[in-house]
């Protein structure tokens, strides 16, 4: 891993940035078969990859053209900091309206078999849907010379749609702790500063990261304006 710059906490400016869907955005999921269930479980959050993408105003979809795939090569999301001045948090989404739709064999919104024959059907698609209304929060990082626009739009997805409005922009105090802490909200386990990390739970994986949403540190940042407190894993362009 490989990085050109070094900041630290005192040169970055840092964002809790809350967010609310305006449209419609689409996504599939997959349910494999086992022997008694089906299991599929849509998670409540948004990788931080596409997420640093569309902040700088770039399509993310992999189907298209696009910086999302012209940064796959360039390693974890933090390691694009040097280039693009800005680094996110994946996104938790606090409210959620949710809608599905199953595709089958039978052409039908739902699927019938026979129990002994339940690992016999295949793999089957699940389309779903987050509708207007949907809310989410993320921390966004920038140097200390550049501060987070007053009235931001973002558009996860293309074909997806998925345009988010900024609703709530709050500018944190940051300071590191350096003593064990658990951290309760999502992040990406590649972005980590190396030898703080002990443990983890994943609930996603991803070629641009693992993200996790709860871990064990030796050290963090904390960050917290009158509100609120958030502890986040430092990242690797981050010193301590």
């Known amino acids: 891993m490989t990085f050109d710059e070094i900041y630290s906490v005192d040169e970055l400016r840092f964002y809790i940035v809350e967010l609310e869907l305006h449209s419609v955005m689409w996504f599939s999921t997959v349910a494999q078969p086992h022997l008694n269930a089906f299991v599929q479980t849509p998670l409540p ?13 770039h399509i993310v979809e992999e189907s298209y053209i696009s910086k999302y ?47 002994e024959t339940r690992i016999a059907i295949p793999i089957m698609t699940m389309y779903n849907a987050f509708a207007p209304g949907t809310r989410g929060k993320t921390i966004v990082v920038f140097p200390r010379d550049r501060r987070m626009p007053g009235d931001l739009y973002i558009r996860l997805g293309a074909k997806r749609y998925g345009v988010w409005r900024a609703t709530n922009v709050q500018e944190a105090y940051v300071e590191v702790v350096n003593y064990p802490v ?11 500063l190396p030898g703080t990390m002990k443990s983890s739970l994943v609930v996603l994986k991803h070629y641009a ?18 509100k609120e407190r958030i502890l986040k894993p430092i990242p690797f362009f981050i010193s301590t």
């Open 69 to 115: 795939n012209d940064y796959k090569s360039m390693g974890p999301p933090a390691t694009m900091f040097s280039d693009t001045m800005i680094y996110a948090y994946p996104m938790l989404l606090e409210k959620v309206f949710y809608k599905k739709l199953l595709l089958s064999m039978l052409e039908s919104d739902y699927l019938v078999y026979k129990k």
């Open 45 to 57: 959050l948004i990788h931080n990859y596409p997420l640093m993408l569309a902040l700088q105003g």
């Open 209 to 226: 990261g693992d993200i996790a949403l709860s871990g064990f540190f030796t050290k963090a940042l904390e960050i917290r304006t009158s």
């Open 182 to 192: 658990t951290v309760s909200s999502p992040f990406n386990i590649a972005d980590v």
